[in-house]
């Protein structure tokens, strides 16, 4: 299924590596191993800027391992192209160029391909199995594999059974070949619109059950049945009591928690928790650092790019740490109990410098995000809790999926338990995407 991969080697630059590719050519990507999901990467595009792999995703994304000589390469980046304009950039192309010796950034100015492109991608081609151009890949928005040129089967193409493909010169079977994996990637594409198409509400919350996470010094989630079963006079019935803190799971925090004479859970004005809604996203950062603390300059990095966050705006920081769910150990820091655990927290949170800068110069609703406390974990004051409930700003903590929204155009609906004279509660939290 690979043997395209030696064809495309054939310059004397590239002849060492035949041997290699001999050797290692079983394929990578058998049709099997669809919607598994694509190894982790991270890497600087041609401008210098970070890309995570799949923390940075906004969703399906076209990957395309490449070289500037490869001639199936060239004959399907026009292809791609009319992809990204078809769907009007929603459909973005990572251009992973590798085994080149000219510079890639050049080459698809050239030709006008809007695609983003990062050089110095061989070691991204090894970890994900690429040996020979093209690797031509779609990948939903979590960076789960959808499609793969390598997953072809070659007597799958149209008129052209294997052995005569086979005699055909490298740019004649390049002219067959690429309108064929464009025509497959572009059915993978309308699959998985489709799909997310029915998708235009997220729920943001994690389900309350015996693995949910709390604050290590509260008892977790306890669901008792009352009666489960058939009844005396005939008809079936179920019915349970639950205990729960109120800061635990996917929860609010209403200002009370932190600032004393402030609204408690029923008192928050409804107009705080349902309303339009944005993404910061600092995944990138997290993963880097797992104390990361959200800065102004990430406000304003999102700002450059989407304008000023505008008035009762719910804001959502995206840290990555909601994938890590219900595993203590990697989503908090630690899986011990008790007041000593609280030390050996660590997880991303607001940065106290950023909490004052968003309730002194703009003027949000609420915000969010998808760690345990706004606070990062080796806080010891709570101090942008402090700064944020000062100002009735409430906050969602442990909230989920994430991910899977985009930065800007969508609405949330974010509805606590009416605890009168809570100071947080269980929250039911979705996003209405247009
Ligand atoms: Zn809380």
Redesign the pocket.
């Known amino acids: 299924m690979l043997h395209q991969s030696l064809e495309n080697i054939k310059t004397p630059v590239k002849s060492a590596m035949l041997a290699l590719v001999l050797v290692f050519a079983p394929a990578a990507w058998p049709e099997a191993q669809t919607e598994i999901p694509a190894p982790e990467f991270e890497l600087a595009d041609s401008s210098g800027l970070s890309f995570h792999f799949p923390a940075n995703l906004d969703g399906p994304t076209i990957v395309l391992f490449w070289a500037s000589w490869c001639p199936y390469c060239k004959a399907l980046m026009p292809h791609l192209q009319s992809i990204v304009d078809e769907y009007q950039g929603q459909i973005p192309v990572l251009a992973l160029n590798f085994r080149d010796d000219e510079d890639p950034a050049e080459y698809l100015a050239e030709y006008g391909y809007d695609f983003r492109v990062f050089p110095l991608a061989d070691e991204v081609a090894n970890l994900w199995g690429v040996k020979g151009t093209p690797g031509l890949f779609l990948v939903d928005g979590s960076g789960r594999i959808l499609f793969s040129n390598f997953s072809i089967p070659e007597d799958t193409y149209p008129s052209d059974p294997a052995d005569e493909i086979q005699s055909l010169k490298h740019y004649q079977k390049a002219a067959r070949k690429a309108p064929f994996w464009a025509a497959q990637l572009r059915l993978a594409i309308d699959k998985v619109r489709e799909r997310t198409a029915d998708d235009t509400i997220i729920d943001l919350t994690h389900a309350y059950d015996a693995d949910t996470v709390y ?1 290590p010094t509260a008892p977790g989630f306890e669901l008792e049945i009352d009666f489960k079963g058939m009844t005396d006079g005939g008809w079936y019935y179920e019915a349970n009591t639950f205990r729960s803190a ?2 635990g799971g996917t ?3 209403a200002p009370i ?1 932190f600032a004393e004479g402030k609204q408690h859970a029923d008192e928050i004005p409804l107009d705080r928790l349902i309303g339009p809604a944005v993404v910061v996203d600092v995944s990138a950062h997290a993963a880097a650092n797992r104390d990361y603390q959200v800065s102004v300059d990430d406000f304003k990095a999102w700002e450059a790019v989407h304008g000023e966050l505008p008035e009762g705006i719910i804001v959502l920081l995206h840290t990555g740490f909601g994938k890590l769910w219900p595993d203590r150990v990697r989503y908090m820091g630690t899986d011990e109990r008790g007041a000593d655990a609280v030390a050996l927290l660590h997880f991303p949170g607001l940065h106290p410098d950023a909490a004052a800068w968003l309730v002194e110069n703009r003027s949000i609703h609420a915000i969010g995000l998808d760690t345990p ?1 706004i606070d990062y974990g080796q806080s010891e004051d709570f101090n942008s809790h402090r700064i944020l409930f000062e100002h009735n700003i409430p ?1 969602f ?1 442990n909230v989920a999926n994430l991910e899977r929204l985009p930065k800007i155009g969508f609405e949330v609906i974010a509805l606590p338990m009416k605890i009168r004279g809570g100071s ?1 509660g269980p929250l039911r939290i979705v996003a209405i995407l247009p």
Do not use: V
């Open positions: 604050w109120e800061h929860h609010l925090d928690h406390s906050a903590e947080g």
